[in-house]
Each structure stands twice: as C-alpha cells, then as structure tokens.
C-alpha cells in the first residue's frame, strides 16, 4: 500500500512501521466497518487502518503521541502552509525562555532552545490540526535530532552519524513539516487521549491493541524516554517535572500494562473492555514476560476463535551503519 510509505518516521518503542505493509494485508481479510486502535504510539498502525478505507479512531494516554494521531491521523486536509512556516520559525512573540531555562546544557544548543521557545509563541496562536500540525513536527525534529530517539542520556554517547544530529533544529522542523504535509490525506478519523479503559469501543468492528508488555527486566515506560516530546507538545503545562533528575524527567505515567504484577489482570480486563468489536487485532513482541501461549489462552477466554500469526521481523542493533541485524519474531494475534 503506497500511502503507508508517506507515514513519517518516528523511533519510537515498539512502532509497528515495518510490520504496517503486513497488517494491513491481516485487517484487509477482517469484516468491514470502523476501526480503533487503543495504543496508538507513533500512529503508524491508525494510519494504515485509515488508508485501508476504515473509519478510524485512534487513542493514547500520552499528549505527543495523540498530538501526532491529531495531525497525521485525525486530520482530513489540514495543512501548513509556506506563510504558517515562516511566521512559526520567526522571532518569538514575547519573549518566553521556559525551554532555555530548563534544559540549558543538556539535550540541545542554546540555539535550538531559542528556537523550540520562539516557535510556541507562535503555536499558541494556532488552533486545531494546524496546531497539532507544528507540535508534531516539532516533536519530530527533536526526535530526530536525539540520539537513539530518547531523552534518557543528556550526552551524544551514540552519535550514529546520521547527518541530523548535527543540523539546526530548526531546518530538521522544516524538513518535518514538508514529511506530515504529504502524509495528510482524506478520511473520517478521530483520536482521543485518555486511558484505555475510557476509550469507548463504540461501533467498532475491528480493535488493534497493541499494549506496551512488561519485559523480564527493564520496563516499558514511555515517559522516561520520551518526556521532552511529551513536554514539548504541552510546553510543559499541566505537567510535573522532577527537579531532582538531571534530565529533567516527567513523573511517570501509571500503567498496569507495564508491570509484571498487573499485566496478566490488565490484559484479561483489557479484552473484556472490547468484548463489542467483531475481531481484536492483538501484537505481541517476543521479549515480554508473559510468553506468547500465555497471551493466546487469555484471548481465548473471550474470544471462540484465535487465529496466531508469525511475522519474522528484522531489526537492526547497535549504534554504526555495519550494525548487526537480529531476527525477532512478532506475533499478531486475530480474535473473532
Ligand atoms: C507498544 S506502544 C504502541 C505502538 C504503536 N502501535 C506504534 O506502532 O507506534 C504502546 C502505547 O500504549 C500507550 N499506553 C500505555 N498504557 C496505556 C493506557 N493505560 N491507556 C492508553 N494508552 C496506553 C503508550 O503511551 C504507548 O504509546
């Protein structure tokens, strides 16, 4: 599907990007209607469910991922314009230095801090898919500027030669805005950002749930490694930073989804919860400590029919252009 291709890139954990070619294919077997997809992340999947001709609905619980359903998503035929550009990157409207103040010395130049300050003066004269539009490319170029993508380091340990780690913010914002422009296209779309369990199944014949799942070790908090985007797409407001942390950390969002101790619960309520839809769509990546027959026989609890897909999957690792590949296997689970 050539529209997938538009969709742009954000390293995100746990994106689906690279298997969207291939479920699309699984949701184009499934019966017609409107589509949810309750952990949207990066929005790839919502948008492969959109250009599959659904009506689609696309939820997250935090602000920069729903901020990217919003404007790649949600949004029919917004776009921002040469003159939206412009005035975006012009001098700051008033002067505000939040960003400067608080992450001086940390993940970028002053540079690019005065420039991520000046540009909100100007989203918050924006409204709508506009708005979401210039956050999204913000988030983006900060993204893309960061090293692996995630705010946990404040310093280039894995400088991976990529040219964009060394541009100004600014230009990696513009190269953004012309990437979400070409991925707009028509569609009746919609996203929310809330917790799962409030996000109405509505009409739904098919649900994608793509939970984050505890691994063995580690965790899978998003708000560790992304809390610059999630504070980039709100300026920080309504938001708790920990002053304590030397990156500047956000307080951590709750999820049962990503403790060991609460998964198995969460996931049998999680299925309950989407009990109307005709068909779940459920990935499953192979590092998590609940293993794939365990995920199969709690599906199979609400559902009479589960159909388990394999999908070989490479990804590269490491930090250099040589970069080894490894072979994973992702499981996509169909309940009926
Ligand atoms: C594995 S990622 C989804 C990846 C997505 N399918 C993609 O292709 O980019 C899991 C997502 O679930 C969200 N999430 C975690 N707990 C949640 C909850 N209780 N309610 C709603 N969203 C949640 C996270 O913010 C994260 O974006």
Redesign the pocket.
């Known amino acids: 599907m050539d529209a997938l291709a538009a969709y742009p890139r954000i390293r ?6 690279r298997l ?1 070619p291939r479920l699309a294919e699984i949701f184009a077997t499934l019966p017609p209607g409107p589509a949810i ?9 919502a948008y492969t469910l959109k250009a599959g001709g659904r009506e689609t609905h696309a ?4 602000t920069f ?1 729903t901020t990217l359903a919003e404007a790649l998503v949600a949004n029919e035929d917004e776009t921002l314009t040469a003159e939206d550009v412009e005035k975006l990157c012009s001098p700051s409207l008033d002067g505000r230095d939040f960003i400067a103040a608080t992450f001086t010395g940390l993940y970028f130049p002053d540079v690019d801090h005065a420039f991520l300050d000046a540009a909100w003066s100007h989203v918050d004269e924006l409204q709508g898919a506009k708005r979401a539009l210039a956050l999204s490319a913000l988030c983006l170029a900060a993204a893309w500027k960061q090293p692996r993508g995630v705010f946990t380091v404040t310093t280039p340990r894995y400088d991976d030669g990529r040219r964009q780690l060394h541009m100004p913010l600014e230009d990696l914002f513009k190269e953004a805005v012309t990437r979400c422009n070409a991925a707009v296209m028509p569609g009746l779309a919609s996203a929310t950002c ?4 409030a ?1 109405d199944p509505g009409q739904a014949a098919i649900a ?1 749930l ?3 799942y505890a691994p063995p070790r580690d965790d ?1 908090c ?1 708000v560790k490694r992304y809390h610059f985007l999630e504070g980039l797409a709100t300026y920080w407001r309504g938001q708790e930073i920990m002053w304590e942390t030397r990156t500047r950390k956000l307080v951590k ?1 709750h ?4 403790s060991k101790r609460t998964v198995r619960d969460a996931l049998d309520r999680l299925f309950d919860h989407f009990s109307a839809p005709q068909a779940l769509v459920v ?1 499953y990546g192979s590092n998590a400590d609940l293993d794939a027959a365990e995920l199969q026989a709690l599906l199979s609890r609400h559902r009479r029919n589960v159909r388990r897909i394999e999908i070989p999957h490479r990804y590269a690792f490491g930090t250099h252009g040589t970069a080894a590949r490894r072979l994973a296997t992702e499981y996509v689970f169909v309940g009926m």
Do not use: E, I, Q
């Open positions: 995100f954990m746990g994106s689906k990007h969207a997809d309750a952990f949207s992340g990066s929005g790839v999947v939820n997250d619980h935090l991922t809330g917790d799962v369990f996000c994608y793509d939970p984050p899978t998003y969002r999820t049962p989804f990503g990935s």
